[in-house]
């Protein structure tokens, strides 16, 4: 499809409104014709001595109500059209936001998110300027000239219009090539603006870690280097308008001067009036707003025409997860989670993330997942809530292929606490109802509670009305997993995950966590995964992945029992908090002993 076709079906939901507004820009601009022949006819009159008061004063009230006419008209064809390429701008913004909701989480892995929002604003900008004043400069620029051509031909003397039109005739000739060449340098400089955005957009994300390392003047260099890439990219685009713009005067001006020389000569030898002269130079004028119109108009096209491409490549994406035809809701969800020979390829890597995976965890289970970091834990959970695609077979829910279940119905019935826990810059409140869209203060306390976080919020000045900032940045890190874990457990689901939720609490926080998890979901299924044994080893089953594959799997007591990569990494944790406390019973004693040593 190619750009045109594209915005064409945007535009055809408009049709109203651009023909509304196409009819008064072309009453507009016939009005416009008659206002150098008034002003021509007033000239001749008085040179001549023929137009008395009463006829002066008919051609003055009609010059003002032709004024008025062109205000109104002016009015609104801007009402109609500029109103039409703001309802699409909106409409193809809706579209795309719509689109990019249903990608997986592979494309936004792919794509950087500097890129979409530039192509969310500056791209969307350039469209609506391309189907809303670039429409109006062509349209005007070709039914005035072609007007004001008829006109002058008409009224005033042929052989002369042709010779002011002919330096006009270069313009249309170089426009072809100009535009070719301003397209082209549009998408660059575009492309080049994605690239500063994003790297704006990942600096001011990561200002912590750049402090941290005192990066800041490294930082400063990458992003002047990112700024003046764009700033060149413009500058190609300004130096090819710089050229052309003056061009378009000096053709402008040789027609003013042939209209001077030659029609002065006629005005002189009598073949026209000196009315007509000065309404011929009227009419070249009116010609001026035509063809500058159309450099404008190039611009806009062009401009509007790569924006347009990078559009359509959003749209040309496909998503990759979405519901097959033959999908059925259940009509409940027990939790009853079977892995059956799972095995997993991220896109681009060759070898398997979690290879021949075997388990079946009956409804009410805790199923823990523990293994070292990048062993494919995150990718397991995030395969069961089909953020990813697998083959059929490969995971079921209560007996059924998730592929066979509704996307909406089967992650409603899982609650998720991702590691990175996201928090959107809104109130506390919101961010825990999140998950439900109802703010009742009684499931949210309940939530809290269960996740201790409840008598933190309530000491804040602003308590469940505190803004938590960008991603929760008013919070610490314990703080924003337990807002996180209160988050899902408001949708009460028959599964629950927490992917590495507790990594940042402290282990009296995180024993009241597990105890009020035990307590408030019997009968239902959770899936936590943890680096800290403590953290899993009263958990039903526990699963251990090493390179992808389910290496060990049992309990806490028959995994000790195997002498195996549990038991090693049980052994590991308890010497490291045995040296932990060792070197802070160290600590205590030295201060004591220096204070003493002062005291003395």
């Not at 082209?184 to 200002?207: H, I, K, N, P, W």
């Not at 280097?225 to 130096?239: G, Y």
């Not at 061009?247 to 073949?271: N, R």
């Not at 308890?574 to 070197?583: D, R, V």
Request: charged content about 20%; some cysteine.
């Amino acid at each position: 499809m190619n750009s045109f076709t594209f915005l064409f079906q945007y535009i055809k939901r408009h049709k109203y409104q651009y023909t509304a507004g196409i009819i008064t820009l072309f009453v507009v601009d016939f009005a416009n014709l008659f206002i150098p022949r008034l002003t021509g006819t007033i000239t001749d009159g008085l040179t001549a001595h023929s137009l008395d008061w009463n006829g002066i004063r008919l051609c003055l009230l009609a010059i003002f109500g032709l004024g008025l006419t062109l205000a109104l008209g002016r009015f609104l064809w801007r009402f109609f059209l500029f109103g039409a390429s703001r309802s699409i701008e909106k409409e193809l913004r809706n579209d795309m936001f719509r689109h990019l909701e249903k990608m997986s989480v592979e494309y936004y892995n792919e794509h950087k998110t500097g890129d979409l929002m530039t192509r969310f604003t500056s791209d969307l900008n350039a469209i609506r300027m391309a189907i809303g004043p670039a429409v109006i400069c062509v349209f005007d620029a070709s039914v005035m000239t072609i007007m004001v051509i008829c006109q002058m031909m008409y009224y005033v003397n042929i052989r002369l219009t042709l010779l002011a039109i002919i330096p006009m005739l270069l313009i249309c000739a170089g426009e072809i090539y100009y535009g070719k060449i301003m397209h082209a340098r549009f998408r660059e400089r575009q492309e080049a603006v994605s690239d500063l955005t994003d790297f704006v957009q990942e600096s001011f994300s990561g200002v912590r870690v750049i402090k941290a390392f005192v990066r800041e003047r490294s930082q400063m260099r990458a992003f002047a280097r990112a700024n003046r890439h764009t700033m060149d990219k413009n500058l190609n685009v300004v130096r090819l308008q710089a050229v052309v713009m003056p061009l378009l005067d000096v053709i402008i001006g040789l027609s003013s001067l042939i209209t001077l020389v030659y029609g002065g000569y006629l005005a002189l030898v009598g073949e026209i009036t000196l009315g007509r002269f000065v309404a011929f130079n009227q009419y070249i004028n009116m010609l001026v707003w035509p063809m500058l119109a159309c450099g404008d108009a190039i611009n806009m096209f062009s401009q509007g025409s790569a924006s347009t491409r990078r559009i359509q490549e959003i749209f040309d994406e496909k998503p990759e997860i979405y519901d097959r035809k033959d999908v059925q809701p259940p009509d409940e969800i027990r939790g009853d989670i079977t892995f059956s020979h799972l095995t997993f390829i991220h896109r681009g890597h060759s070898e398997p993330t979690l290879k021949d995976i075997n388990l079946e965890i009956p409804a009410g289970t805790t199923l823990a997942i523990i293994g070292r970091t990048g062993n494919g834990k995150s990718t397991l959970v995030n395969l069961l809530l089909r953020l990813y695609n697998t083959k059929p077979g490969m995971i079921l829910i209560d007996g059924r292929d998730i592929n066979t279940i509704p996307l909406k119905a089967l992650r409603e019935n899982i609650a998720y606490v991702p590691q990175d826990n996201f928090l959107f810059s809104d109130t506390l409140k919101a961010n825990i109802a999140f998950g439900t869209g109802e703010e009742d203060m009684d499931a949210i306390t309940c939530a809290t509670s269960v996740a201790c976080i409840h008598e933190n919020i309530v000491s804040f000045p602003d308590g469940y009305e505190t803004i938590v900032g960008e991603r929760g940045v008013t919070l610490s890190g314990g703080q924003k997993q337990r807002s996180s874990i209160a988050r899902a457990l408001m949708k009460d689901s028959p599964i629950l995950i927490l992917d590495d939720s507790l990594s940042a609490v402290d282990t009296d926080t995180e024993e009241r966590i597990l105890k009020n998890l035990k307590e408030n979901r019997r009968g239902k299924t959770t899936l936590l995964i943890a680096h800290r044994i403590s953290t899993i080893q009263n958990a039903d089953v526990i699963m251990v992945l090493e390179d992808g594959e389910a290496k060990e799997i049992g309990n806490h007591e028959s995994l000790m029992a195997q002498n195996g990569i549990y038991r090693d990494m049980f052994e590991k944790q308890q010497l490291e908090a045995a040296m932990g406390e060792e070197q802070a019973v160290w600590k205590n004693g030295a201060d004591d002993t220096k204070r003493g040593g002062m005291n003395g």
